[in-house]
Nanobody, 118 residues
């Protein structure tokens, strides 16, 4: 059974940083690219960052490029998203899933809420 457990969100002031974590299980983690998505109220879920299965290729949405770093730790089946210089528009629920061009699995975790506000 595929599972994603996201954590690390919270309330942070503009300009602050957060490190999000996603623990995955139920599939062979090392064989999959992994991606972070986010969804704000009233908006569709959007792809934020992705990392190839070998960790050698990453890609970021323009909205977070230069402020975020995605990484993975295959021994722990975990993918991370380090977010710096956070802005109010980064406020959203953040989710992870496997896959590069689209989510590999229809199951989504509960997500982790990121709120950027003074």
């Amino acid at each position: 059974q595929v599972q994603f457990v996201e954590s690390g969100g919270g309330l942070v002031q503009p300009g602050g940083s957060l490190r999000l974590s996603c623990a995955a299980s139920g599939f062979t983690f090392s064989r999959y690219a992994m991606s972070w998505y986010r969804q704000s109220p009233g908006k569709e879920r959007e792809l934020v960052a992705r990392i190839a299965s070998d960790g050698n290729r990453t890609n970021y949405a323009d909205s977070v490029k230069g402020r975020s770093t995605i990484s993975r730790h295959d021994a722990e089946n975990t993918v991370y998203l380090q977010m710096n210089s956070l802005k109010p528009e980064d406020t959203a629920v953040y989710y992870c899933n496997a896959g590069w061009t689209r989510a590999s699995f229809g199951y989504w975790g509960q997500g982790t809420q990121v709120t950027v506000s003074s």
